[in-house]
């Protein structure tokens, strides 16, 4: 059983950056998919960010294309959000998640993942 550790989380201003790291407790690579999630007050999960590691293959939600990249270090089994420019609207829990290696289709889609860490806060504020 995986288990997952995020840091990182903080307060940040408008067009400020962090960075999130997701540890896991073993070795992930090459059968895992991760993900970034993200929960807000009163709305559901969403899918932030996904690394397949078997083909590095990456995804991003729209809403966060173009300003976070997700990477990682097979040596350490981390994953990480590096998130730049933030904004107000990117404030939330943010929740590492692994499954064992998912096609393309499934890589947004929450019931996928088995294993979940237990979250981070991002706030944005001015």
């Known amino acids: 059983q995986v288990q997952l550790q995020e840091s990182g989380g903080g307060l940040t201003l408008p067009g400020g950056s962090l960075r999130l790291s997701c540890a896991a407790s073993?070795?992930?690579?090459?059968?895992?998919?991760m993900a970034w999630f993200r929960q807000s007050p009163g709305k559901e999960h969403e899918f932030v960010s996904g690394l397949r590691w078997r083909d590095r293959a990456t995804y991003y939600a729209d809403s966060v294309k173009g300003r976070f990249t997700i990477s990682k270090d097979n040596a350490k089994n981390m994953v990480y959000l590096q998130m730049n420019n933030l904004q107000p609207e990117d404030t939330a829990i943010y929740y590492c998640a692994a499954a064992t290696d998912l096609i393309t289709s499934s890589v947004r889609t929450r019931s996928r993942y088995t294993y979940w860490g237990q979250g981070t806060q991002v706030t944005v504020s001015s």
């Open positions: 073993e070795r992930t690579y090459p059968r895992y998919t």
